[in-house]
């Protein structure tokens, strides 16, 4: 939200505000004041703040973008690329045709890899559908 009566700029993160509010000192030098403010347990807010001054906006502003273009490439969409590399349909939800063919293989000995490779799943995620599905009880037990 920026304007330039007022060179303010805020957004809402869950219980978190942050604050970027362009300032001057009294001798006419502009600095950018950055606040989080977050509820505490009492429910009072609780303030935090760093100031960078004009000479070292240049500088701060290189930096933090090279942090975020590092963060992306780091980041949990990049992780789900890579999984999704080796394991198709990692992170995406199970349908019921997944369920049938999990159930169909499992009941038929498959183990734990070629299910893996069946489904293009990671083994933990296929571990974790036989547990929700009940499939030991149902063909083992």
């Known amino acids: 939200m920026m304007n330039t009566t007022n060179p303010s700029n805020y957004f809402y993160a869950g219980d978190r505000t942050y604050f970027f509010n362009i300032r001057k000192t009294k001798k006419g030098a502009s600095y950018l004041n950055i606040n989080i403010s977050q509820k505490d347990e009492k429910?009072?807010?609780?303030?935090?703040?760093?100031?960078?001054?004009?000479?070292?906006?240049?500088?701060?502003?290189?930096?933090?973008?090279?942090?975020?273009?590092?963060?992306?490439k780091t980041g949990k969409e990049t992780h789900i690329a890579e999984v999704q590399k080796s394991f198709p349909n990692a992170f995406?939800?199970?349908?019921?045709?997944?369920?049938?063919t999990l159930e169909v293989h499992f009941a038929d000995e498959k183990n734990l890899t070629e299910l893996s490779e069946i489904l293009g799943r990671k083994e933990a995620a296929i571990q974790a559908r036989i547990v929700k599905l009940r499939l030991e009880e149902k063909y083992i037990l």
């Open 43 to 72: 429910g009072k807010f609780k303030n935090k703040g760093i100031t960078v001054f004009e000479n070292e906006i240049n500088e701060f502003s290189m930096a933090l973008m090279r942090s975020v273009i590092n963060f992306k």
């Open 92 to 100: 995406k939800p199970w349908t019921k045709t997944e369920e049938e």
